[in-house]
């Protein structure tokens, strides 16, 4: 069993932190991994910098564009990330669009994360179902958890190849949205996260897009196994600093 | 027989397929399940070809160039898409794709431009139609298609400023992709090339298909044969070229030629050849060739024509690039302009600068005396006429 399942196994109401990997600066992959690591999160997801992140909103575009414009590319993430499990034992995932996994070579960017203990992807733009006609066999080599999006428009069909396919959790987008941190949830949204649960899926889920504080986290716990926090954590640390990471996330938990 | 259309998987050989995050799957999925079904039945013909008919202004002439084809000793046809309400072939396809979302019950209508001529020509069939409308366009393309940008608000579109990246078409189309994501239930988005997930590059090339099966027809009368030995046409994303080559894609007589910008020369580092400096990738949803880094960061192209100035090409036409079915020329910046000063003295007419590139090929290929060529003329010059200026200091 891998990182991820096991702190499922053994936590309620995960938080689970994403930042963009070269931002702000381009050396500071390891120490917010760090910070966050005091701070008690209980994953991090990574962000591969894209010059074209469709899915994601203004504050993720800007962030990938001043990582990319510092210099972060796949090598130097892959050597940042060497001394990983040295610093830390928090289930670590990289999230990334395809192209650039593709241009590195997908086996040998599957067998890099082995090496350096990354614990499993999300990748916004391949499709479950090309998934697993062309590349299951590769990230499982690797023993790789792929997690999978689903939205409010998914079909209950659609949900379960998703389930079958996602190992670790299920990434449940919290609506019709591109990333970015929003105040509260609708009845719409409630009423979606209520609908999935009742689905009883074997992953657990994950809601991210749109939580941004103590409220929206709250209620993204009260349906689902936690929640993912990205734009809120990218706009922190742009205006405090990364050693306020501890800060940030007490605003969260406490 | 090889087949270099669509096949029943999105593919064109290596390349297609719709690499679309989950948010877009239900919308890419009711396009597939229905594009075939509804723009193929008999009512929707009826109303498309009519349209065509009235509101376009079809068909748009086959023109024997008489002087063109005496200095070159050869026989060479423009399709005269810059004859089309608008001013280019783009309305073809918006025409189309409006009907197709108005059938599919959308109310409303994004697009993405570049310089503006698919904007103006989206924006268009929206009025038409009584649609809310729109359109992305990168700020640096907003501050110099001045004149488009007026048409589209002029028409009651919203010209909405895609301020990320290079602020150009690429971001443009994230931008409407992303409010896709965000409006999936009541929008439709009316791509403007032969690009982006599929159904969409085989989508956009049946609807330009009129222009190919119009020449085979018009051909027939002239020459009485309906098959060129060439067709020409130039490359930013590839749906002026796509529409024409459709009825020839798998008939080895006729030669296919796809005719890229160089931009200030395809080593400058400032260029859209992207046959030549692409390398296969996804960009917009697409498996096809496009303009990176090694890292696969997508770079920004280059060229005097704001139309080609696409960093990859449609997976159309990356596979005619590939199994070598088509033949692929780039044409730099001077040449181009060059051209579409050839084009306005010795035929009176003046071609978009798009348009331009594909006839400079004229320096380039050797054609014999028997041969028939057929030019898509894409699109008039009118809109190029302040590039026109500056560059002829006119």
Same mark, same amino acid.
């Not at chain 1, 910070?35 to 894209?50: H, N, R, W």
């Not at chain 2, 929707?44 to 008489?66: I, M």
């Given at each position: 069993?891998?990182?991820?399942?096991?702190?499922?196994?053994?936590?309620?109401?995960?938080?689970?932190?994403? &930042?963009?990997?070269? &931002?702000?600066?381009?050396?500071?992959?390891?120490?917010?991994?760090?910070?966050?690591?005091?701070?008690?999160?209980?994953?991090?997801?990574?962000?591969? !910098?894209?010059?074209?992140?469709?899915?994601?909103?203004?504050?993720?575009?800007?962030?990938?564009?001043?990582?990319?414009?510092?210099?972060?590319?796949?090598?130097?993430?892959?050597?940042?990330?060497?001394?990983?499990?040295?610093?830390?034992?928090? !289930?670590?995932?990289?999230?990334?669009?395809?192209?650039?996994?593709?241009?590195?070579?997908?086996?040998?960017?599957?067998?890099?994360?082995?090496?350096?203990?990354?614990?499993?992807?999300?990748?916004?733009?391949?499709?479950?179902?090309?998934?697993?006609?062309?590349?299951?066999?590769?990230?499982?080599?690797?023993?790789?958890?792929?997690?999978?999006?689903?939205? !409010?428009?998914?079909?209950?069909?659609?949900?379960?190849?998703?389930?079958?396919?996602?190992?670790?959790?299920?990434?449940?987008?919290?609506?019709?949205?591109?990333?970015?941190?929003?105040?509260?949830?609708?009845?719409?949204?409630?009423?979606?996260?209520?609908?999935?649960?009742?689905?009883?899926?074997?992953?657990?889920?994950?809601?991210?897009?749109?939580?941004?504080?103590?409220?929206?986290?709250?209620?993204?716990?009260?349906?689902?196994?936690?929640?993912?926090?990205?734009?809120?954590?990218?706009?922190?640390?742009?205006?405090?600093?990364?050693?306020?990471?501890?800060?940030?996330?007490?605003?969260?938990?406490? | 027989?090889?087949?270099? *259309?669509?096949?029943?998987?999105?593919?064109?050989?290596?390349?297609?397929?719709?690499?679309? @995050?989950?948010?877009?799957?239900?919308?890419?999925?009711?396009?597939?399940?229905?594009?075939?079904?509804?723009?193929?039945?008999?009512?929707?013909?009826?109303?498309? *070809?009519?349209?065509?008919?009235?509101?376009?202004?079809?068909?748009?002439?086959?023109?024997?160039?008489?002087?063109?084809?005496?200095?070159?000793?050869?026989?060479?046809?423009?399709?005269?898409?810059?004859?089309?309400?608008?001013?280019?072939?783009?309305?073809? *396809?918006?025409?189309?794709?409006?009907?197709?979302?108005?059938?599919?019950?959308?109310?409303?209508? %994004?697009?993405?431009?570049?310089?503006?001529?698919?904007?103006?020509?989206?924006?268009?069939?929206?009025?038409?139609?009584?649609?809310?409308?729109?359109?992305?366009?990168?700020?640096?393309?907003?501050?110099?298609?001045?004149?488009?940008?007026?048409?589209?608000? $002029?028409?009651?579109?919203?010209?909405?400023?895609?301020?990320?990246?290079?602020?150009?078409?690429?971001?443009?189309?994230?931008?409407?992709?992303?409010?896709? %994501?965000?409006? @999936?239930?009541?929008?439709?988005?009316? %791509?403007?090339?032969?690009?982006?997930?599929? @159904?969409?590059?085989?989508?956009?090339?049946?609807?330009?298909?009129?222009?190919?099966?119009?020449?085979?027809?018009?051909?027939?009368?002239?020459?009485?044969?309906?098959?060129?030995?060439?067709?020409?046409?130039?490359?930013?994303?590839?749906?002026?070229?796509?529409?024409?080559?459709? /009825?020839?894609?798998?008939?080895?007589?006729? *030669?296919?030629?796809?005719?890229?910008?160089?931009?200030?020369?395809?080593?400058?580092?400032?260029?859209?050849?992207?046959?030549?400096?692409?390398?296969?990738?996804?960009?917009?949803?697409?498996?096809?060739? #496009? $303009?990176?880094?090694?890292?696969?960061?997508?770079?920004? @192209?280059?060229?005097?024509?704001?139309?080609?100035?696409?960093?990859?090409?449609? /997976?159309?036409?990356?596979?005619?690039?590939?199994?070598?079915?088509?033949?692929?020329?780039?044409?730099?910046?001077?040449?181009?302009?060059?051209?579409? #000063?050839?084009?306005?003295?010795?035929?009176?007419?003046? /071609?978009?600068?798009?348009?331009?590139?594909?006839?400079?090929?004229?320096?380039? $290929?050797?054609?014999?005396?028997?041969?028939?060529?057929?030019?898509?003329?894409?699109?008039?010059?009118?809109?190029?006429?302040?590039?026109?200026?500056?560059?002829?200091?006119?």
């Amino acid at each position: 069993m891998n990182r991820i399942n096991k702190v499922f196994n053994k936590k309620k109401n995960l938080l689970s932190i994403y &930042f963009t990997a070269g &931002f702000p600066g381009i050396n500071d992959t390891l120490k917010i991994i760090k910070e966050l690591d005091k701070s008690q999160v209980d994953m991090i997801e990574i962000g591969l !910098p894209f010059s074209d992140p469709l899915a994601d909103g203004p504050t993720i575009q800007k962030s990938s564009e001043k990582a990319l414009s510092n210099g972060m590319t796949t090598n130097l993430l892959f050597d940042q990330l060497k001394d990983l499990r040295k610093i830390s034992d928090i !289930p670590v995932v990289i999230m990334g669009y395809f192209n650039p996994i593709l241009q590195y070579g997908i086996e040998k960017f599957c067998s890099n994360c082995k090496d350096v203990g990354i614990d499993g992807l999300i990748i916004p733009d391949l499709p479950a179902d090309i998934f697993k006609k062309n590349y299951k066999i590769i990230f499982e080599k690797y023993k790789l958890n792929m997690m999978f999006l689903i939205t !409010p428009q998914t079909s209950n069909e659609r949900i379960n190849l998703i389930d079958d396919l996602s190992k670790g959790f299920i990434y449940m987008v919290s609506s019709y949205s591109v990333t970015g941190a929003k105040d509260s949830f609708d009845k719409y949204q409630i009423e979606y996260f209520k609908r999935i649960k009742k689905l009883n899926l074997s992953n657990p889920l994950l809601i991210g897009f749109g939580i941004s504080n103590k409220k929206t986290f709250q209620a993204a716990c009260q349906n689902s196994n936690g929640a993912i926090i990205g734009s809120a954590y990218i706009k922190y640390i742009e205006n405090h600093g990364v050693s306020k990471t501890q800060d940030f996330i007490k605003l969260i938990k406490d | 027989m090889k087949n270099f *259309n669509v096949n029943k998987d999105g593919f064109y050989g290596d390349f297609g397929g719709a690499f679309i @995050p989950e948010m877009l799957f239900p919308n890419i999925d009711e396009l597939q399940k229905n594009y075939i079904k509804i723009s193929e039945s008999k009512e929707f013909k009826k109303e498309f *070809n009519q349209l065509l008919h009235d509101y376009v202004g079809r068909p748009t002439p086959l023109y024997y160039a008489k002087r063109l084809s005496e200095k070159f000793k050869t026989k060479i046809y423009l399709k005269r898409e810059d004859l089309c309400h608008t001013g280019a072939h783009k309305i073809n *396809n918006t025409i189309g794709q409006i009907l197709l979302a108005k059938k599919l019950g959308k109310k409303r209508i %994004i697009a993405e431009t570049g310089a503006g001529q698919h904007g103006v020509a989206t924006a268009t069939v929206c009025a038409l139609m009584g649609v809310e409308c729109v359109i992305y366009m990168g700020e640096v393309d907003i501050s110099r298609q001045a004149p488009n940008v007026a048409r589209m608000k $002029m028409l009651g579109a919203k010209v909405r400023p895609a301020t990320s990246g290079s602020k150009t078409l690429k971001d443009a189309t994230n931008e409407a992709i992303r409010d896709w %994501i965000s409006n @999936p239930v009541d929008t439709h988005y009316i %791509i403007g090339s032969v690009v982006g997930p599929h @159904p969409y590059p085989d989508m956009v090339a049946r609807f330009q298909s009129v222009i190919g099966y119009e020449t085979k027809k018009q051909l027939l009368k002239f020459e009485n044969t309906e098959n060129p030995t060439h067709v020409i046409a130039c490359v930013g994303g590839g749906s002026n070229a796509a529409g024409l080559f459709y /009825p020839f894609l798998n008939n080895k007589n006729v *030669n296919i030629v796809c005719v890229e910008a160089a931009g200030k020369g395809v080593h400058s580092g400032e260029s859209a050849a992207t046959s030549i400096l692409g390398t296969e990738g996804i960009i917009h949803g697409s498996k096809t060739l #496009l $303009m990176q880094t090694k890292d696969g960061q997508i770079t920004e @192209p280059y060229s005097i024509s704001a139309g080609l100035d696409y960093p990859g090409i449609g /997976p159309m036409h990356a596979n005619l690039f590939r199994s070598k079915r088509g033949e692929f020329i780039s044409i730099d910046d001077s040449d181009a302009m060059k051209w579409g #000063l050839i084009l306005s003295q010795m035929e009176g007419i003046i /071609p978009a600068i798009e348009t331009s590139h594909a006839f400079a090929v004229l320096d380039k $290929m050797k054609f014999g005396k028997n041969d028939i060529i057929i030019f898509n003329c894409s699109g008039r010059g009118d809109k190029d006429l302040d590039t026109y200026i500056n560059y002829f200091k006119l």
